[in-house]
């Protein structure tokens, strides 16, 4: 049970900080709203690993430190840094000047369509079959449908910020590629690895300051409360559910929350901000979950043959 509400909450939050974003943007810029939301993400995990201290306990029975001690570990968060959030951040908060929430949100459904791109032909720790690949190319085609090509004529602000949802899940997708290369095998507890990765972010986005938070903002209660729930809820305390739920579940349980995510982002912009899509908008998004399902192994093409593996 703890681990469906965790689930379900982190959903729920993942899928409104979308809706968060188009709120903060009418008082603070996109660089604002990027630099608060990892500085606070960063602060809540900093907090839970102070109270908590979580360590790996080593062959020889000996607990290790806290944090890693060995300089390319820290060199490798620094690039996770970079493409798990100063990038995708960046790129979703500009891209929400010039696109719905709803939108967004389609758009964030396409990780899991990078995620085997990069796996598979940049970092090769996975290998897809036809079923995987069927999969990867409609989710593909299903982007191309949501973009509605044949109603743009030249590269308009909507189109540029589709393409930045897209470099978004791009980064998230050699995110994910490259933490299994050169991080998933090394003894670093689910906490701390959370708060390497945003804690990092966060000292990027403070030498970035001069140029991303250093300009006038217009707060009110709305647009102050979508930060906190940005950086303490989405950018804090959902890595941490995030972690408990990959630990009860597996990857593939937990990669489902792909499936929420845009359910409660569609539904949060319709409802709260009167956005609405165009027909071609849901359909392309049916296409990629259903990309998903083939990429991810949950279908496949044909009959399956007994003992082989598609993955």
């Given at each position: 049970?703890?681990?469906?509400?965790?689930?379900?909450?982190?959903?729920?939050?993942?899928?409104?900080?979308?809706?968060?974003?188009?709120?903060?943007?009418?008082?603070?810029?996109?660089?604002?709203?990027?630099?608060?939301?990892?500085?606070?993400?960063?602060?809540?995990?900093?907090?839970?690993?102070?109270?908590?201290?979580?360590?790996?306990?080593?062959?020889?029975?000996?607990?290790?430190?806290?944090?890693?001690?060995?300089?390319?570990?820290?060199?490798?968060?620094?690039?996770?840094?970079?493409?798990?959030?100063?990038?995708?951040?960046?790129?979703?908060?500009?891209?929400?000047?010039?696109?719905?929430?709803?939108?967004?949100?389609?758009?964030?459904?396409?990780?899991?369509?990078?995620?085997?791109?990069?796996?598979?032909?940049?970092?090769?720790?996975?290998?897809?079959?036809?079923?995987?690949?069927?999969?990867?190319?409609?989710?593909?085609?299903?982007?191309?449908?949501?973009?509605?090509?044949?109603?743009?004529?030249?590269?308009?602000?909507?189109?540029?910020?589709?393409?930045?949802?897209?470099?978004?899940?791009?980064?998230?997708?050699?995110?994910?590629?490259?933490?299994?290369?050169?991080?998933?095998?090394?003894?670093?507890?689910?906490?701390?690895?959370?708060?390497?990765?945003?804690?990092?972010?966060?000292?990027?986005m403070l030498?970035?300051?001069?140029?991303?938070?250093?300009?006038?903002?217009?707060?009110?209660?709305?647009?102050?409360?979508?930060?906190?729930?940005?950086?303490?809820?989405?950018?804090?305390?959902?890595?941490?559910?995030?972690?408990?739920?990959?630990?009860?579940?597996?990857?593939?349980?937990?990669?489902?929350?792909?499936y929420v995510?845009?359910?409660?982002?569609?539904?949060?912009?319709?409802?709260?901000?009167?956005?609405?899509?165009?027909?071609?908008?849901?359909?392309?998004?049916?296409?990629?979950?259903?990309?998903?399902?083939?990429?991810?192994?949950?279908?496949?093409?044909?009959?399956?043959?007994s003992g082989?593996?598609?993955?």
């Open positions: 049970m703890s681990a469906w509400l965790q689930f379900l909450a982190m959903g729920l939050v993942w899928g409104s900080s979308f809706l968060f974003m188009k709120v903060a943007l009418e008082g603070v810029s996109f660089g604002q709203v990027a630099w608060s939301r990892t500085v606070l993400g960063a602060i809540a995990l900093g907090l839970i690993v102070l109270v908590t201290r979580p360590r790996v306990t080593g062959a020889d029975g000996v607990p290790g430190p806290v944090l890693p001690r060995e300089k390319a570990v820290w060199g490798h968060f620094l690039v996770v840094a970079f493409t798990t959030c100063v990038i995708p951040y960046l790129c979703f908060a500009w891209a929400e000047q010039y696109v719905s929430s709803s939108l967004a949100s389609i758009y964030n459904a396409t990780t899991p369509i990078m995620t085997a791109l990069m796996a598979t032909l940049v970092f090769r720790v996975e290998r897809l079959g036809g079923s995987r690949w069927f999969g990867v190319g409609l989710g593909i085609v299903g982007v191309l449908v949501v973009i509605g090509p044949w109603q743009l004529t030249a590269l308009t602000g909507s189109l540029a910020g589709q393409l930045a949802c897209l470099v978004a899940t791009l980064c998230y997708g050699f995110t994910f590629g490259y933490q299994r290369r050169f991080l998933s095998q090394r003894p670093i507890a689910p906490a701390t690895f959370a708060f390497l990765s945003i804690g990092v972010s966060a000292l990027v030498v970035l300051t001069p140029w991303l938070a250093l300009s006038p903002v217009e707060l009110d209660w709305r647009i102050t409360a979508s930060l906190l729930a940005l950086g303490v809820l989405g950018t804090g305390l959902a890595y941490i559910w995030n972690i408990n739920v990959l630990r009860a579940w597996g990857p593939t349980g937990t990669s489902t929350v792909t995510t845009p359910v409660v982002g569609v539904a949060l912009g319709m409802a709260l901000l009167g956005e609405r899509l165009s027909w071609h908008e849901p359909v392309g998004a049916a296409l990629v979950l259903v990309g998903i399902l083939f990429a991810q192994g949950r279908l496949r093409l044909g009959r399956r043959r082989v593996s598609a993955g």
